[in-house]
């Protein structure tokens, strides 16, 4: 038997200045799990380092636009569940006001609070599984995503129990919502929103001084403010750039002004500021659930004249601002009971117009915390 | 130093590991089906008609057949045929009504629409089937069931809605008005 001892052989390491490599072009989905859904991002990397990406979509694509052209304006009001299927309930409620804005419905008093609660639950549970994907996609496999499903199970609770669904809400109606509240359904969200703080100190205690997190999240993807302005990105990502824009404030549409909230914003436009924004934001909506708990009045909750009713030909564009940005749809009325034109301005689609501008220069594992950080939902990027 | 926000996060999953233990807010998972469903008693899943008199399903069955909910319906999926009488005039009730099950989407605006109370929410589940045509084609006989059904699954809602029909018998009975725009 030879004894022959095995020598480490010698390798030659490239100082990569007269390296020449080619360009590696990577298509990233659409069945990736990093990518929420299917949506696909035509990578082009230099070693790790993104040079261009170009993000493709409508994968999902179901015609929604055309579909609502062609029932009646009640009969889309369950499609628009199904565009941001995370937040029925700001979906149910920009349709409604587009539509009352073109009709000229009024909306009982009662119902504009429990349209404000609704609103700011779905924010709640909405910020709080985007955390908790967001840090499943930094690689925290599932341990924060599971505590924000957790507590987001007690806010589908209560949609269930007003609306009978958990998501697919439907629950808002032109001139009001479907059906009052049932008796106890206050003391529970009370309850509810109570408990809620708890949670986030024990999420932020577990996510925002985490060393980990913090040397992946921060300066990566940044967004400047001149560009999110010029890219009409809004939402969270817009005010994590640091520009002062929330429709509540600025539209103030429903009674937004009756409360009494602050609006978070970023000063670097990182990914650590579109994270962290979101947490804070959780503090708001509390702040504003409290006060709305406190002071909804007693009264009825839809206008039984708004069923029955024939828009004349105008035009309308409703907005609110949804957990991911504004949420707009534009109706164009000839009079008949459907829609001549319906569009959807949504949030998601339009803030990943910028994804490729945010990826540039950084890591192809970067690429997937940006796209994480922008919260989007491809039933609504596809419609 | 470094590392002291992992530790403290280490911390919270401890807790809430060990928690989990003694605390039910930190395990909330049911053992579906052997420890029961977490379905409540305002879910709604598919539609379901609904008669009067247990002894006679056919004869008191509230629909009319008016069709309105086959109209409304967003993803198109009720069928209904009238019933003739011997003369050829209409019988004011549904030869055929069927609702296909895999297309129906839960969304209760045939419940709205209807003005005769006659069609209302189910919260039935696992209604999974090997037959995929024929078996998620509901037909008018599957889809009866009477009023004190409704009344258990939903007993609020069918208290107002027996209400309402008494307070409607009172009066003569309303033309059904065209359907909402």
Redesign the interface.
């Known amino acids: 038997m030879s004894t022959e001892t095995i020598a480490p052989r010698e390798y030659q390491i490239y100082s990569g200045d007269d390296l020449r490599t080619n360009v590696l072009e990577i298509s990233m989905g659409p069945q990736h799990p990093s990518t929420h859904g299917v949506f696909r991002m035509d990578v082009s990397l230099d070693g790790e380092t993104v040079v261009k990406l170009k993000p493709v979509f409508g994968y999902l694509h179901r015609n929604h636009e055309k579909i609502a052209e062609t029932t009646s304006y009640l009969g889309s009001m369950p499609y628009t569940d199904r565009l941001d299927y995370f937040c029925s309930m700001t979906n149910n409620w920009a349709y409604a006001l587009a539509v009352e804005k073109m009709a000229g419905l009024a909306v009982p008093e009662r119902a504009e609070y429990i349209r404000v609660i609704m609103a700011e639950l779905t924010r709640l549970q909405n910020h709080a599984s985007l955390v908790g994907f967001l840090t499943n996609d930094l690689g925290a496999s599932g341990t924060p995503l599971l505590y924000a499903i957790r507590e987001r199970e007690h806010i589908l609770d209560l949609f269930e129990w007003a609306s009978g669904a958990r998501m697919m809400c439907n629950y808002m109606r032109f001139g009001g919502v479907r059906n009052d509240l049932p008796s106890g359904w206050l003391a529970q969200c009370k309850k509810v929103v109570d408990d809620f703080p708890a949670f986030m100190d024990e999420f932020e205690t577990l996510l925002t001084g985490n060393e980990i997190i913090l040397s992946r999240c921060q300066n990566v993807g940044v967004l400047p403010r001149d560009l999110a302005i010029n890219a009409s990105i809004t939402g969270p990502c817009l005010r994590a750039s640091g520009v002062d824009y929330d429709l509540r404030k600025v539209d103030k549409y429903g009674i937004y002004d009756r409360f009494d909230f602050k609006v978070p914003l970023g000063s670097v436009g990182d990914c650590y500021d579109r994270f962290m924004i979101r947490l804070l934001e959780m503090r708001e909506s509390v702040k504003i659930l409290k006060q709305a708990l406190a002071t909804i009045p007693e009264g009825p909750v839809n206008d039984s004249k708004a069923r029955n009713f024939r828009p004349k030909p105008a035009e309308a564009y409703g907005r609110i601002e949804g957990p991911k940005g504004e949420l707009g749809f534009y109706l164009v009325s000839d009079g008949t009971p459907k829609p001549h034109r319906y569009h959807v301005r949504p949030p998601s689609f339009i803030n990943l117009t910028v994804l490729e501008d945010m990826c540039l220069g950084q890591k192809i594992a970067d690429a997937v915390i940006v796209l994480g950080s922008i919260d989007i939902v491809l039933g609504e990027v596809d419609r | 130093m470094?590392?002291?926000?992992?530790l403290?996060?280490m911390?919270?999953?401890a807790k809430?590991f060990f928690g989990s233990f003694v605390n039910k807010r930190?395990l909330?998972t049911i053992q579906y089906p052997e420890a029961g469903n977490s379905v409540?008693l305002?879910?709604?899943n598919i539609p379901f008609l609904v008669y009067d008199n247990d002894e006679d399903p056919l004869g008191t069955m509230r629909c009319v057949a008016c069709k309105i909910c086959e109209k409304?319906?967003?993803p198109q999926c009720i069928y209904i045929v009238m019933e003739k009488d011997a003369n050829g005039k209409p019988a004011k009730r549904p030869k055929v009504f069927d609702i296909d099950i895999s297309v129906c989407?839960?969304?209760?605006?045939c419940v709205?629409?209807c003005p005769f109370e006659s069609i209302k929410?189910d919260s039935t589940f696992e209604l999974s089937t090997p037959d995929r045509f024929e078996g998620l084609l509901l037909k008018r006989e599957h889809l009866l069931k009477s009023n004190t059904y409704f009344h258990k699954i939903h007993p609020?809602e069918a208290q107002e809605v027996d209400d309402r029909l008494a307070a409607k018998q009172k009066k003569p009975a309303p033309t059904p008005?065209?359907?909402?725009?």
């Open positions: 470094l590392g002291i926000g992992i403290k996060g911390v919270v999953t809430n930190l909330p409540t305002f879910s709604r409304e319906c967003p989407m839960g969304c209760q605006i709205e629409v929410m609020d008005s065209t359907p909402a725009a």
